[in-house]
């Protein structure tokens, strides 16, 4: 069994902390639970573009108010309790206009460091790489 509380993640390196948003990974590939789920804090009036083309991702809002546009101009509004999942690897942008606090599962799961490159994408990392 695993048991862990995310104050003893705070700023070690299973806290990821980006201009836009930080995310702390409670469980990660080495658990082997294979997903990893993370708490991610979005900033207040952010905008991040996305596109996990090599994950799968599910997001539940827990604290806040913003948005979701997808690829095609369709916008959903998010807010406590709104889960999203990407089923279909979907492009999108993300849009904060309060603190957001969301809780985030990803298949398969992240080994740890990864963070968006250019496109919004995380890499596939096997244990031990990093893409910062
Ligand atoms: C909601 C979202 O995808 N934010 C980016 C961070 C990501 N959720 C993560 O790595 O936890």
Redesign the pocket.
């Known amino acids: 069994m695993i048991v862990r509380n995310i104050e003893s993640l705070r700023n070690t390196e299973k806290e990821?902390k980006t201009n836009n948003?930080s995310?702390t990974?409670l469980l990660l590939q080495e658990d082997d639970m294979g997903f990893s789920f993370?708490?991610?804090i979005?900033y207040p009036d952010t905008e991040?573009k996305?596109w996990?083309k090599n994950h799968l991702?599910a997001?539940y809002c827990i604290e806040g108010i913003g948005e979701i546009e997808e690829e095609n101009g369709i916008k959903h509004n998010i807010s406590t309790g709104t889960i999203y999942a990407l089923d279909k690897h979907d492009k999108h942008t993300?849009r904060a206009f309060s603190k957001m606090r969301?809780i985030?599962v990803?298949n398969p799961a992240?080994v740890g460091p990864?963070?968006?490159d250019s496109e919004g994408v995380?890499p596939l990392l096997t244990t031990g790489e990093r893409n910062d």
């Open positions: 990821v948003w995310s990974r993370h708490e991610t979005l991040t996305i996990y991702e997001v993300l969301m985030c990803f992240l990864e963070t968006h995380y």
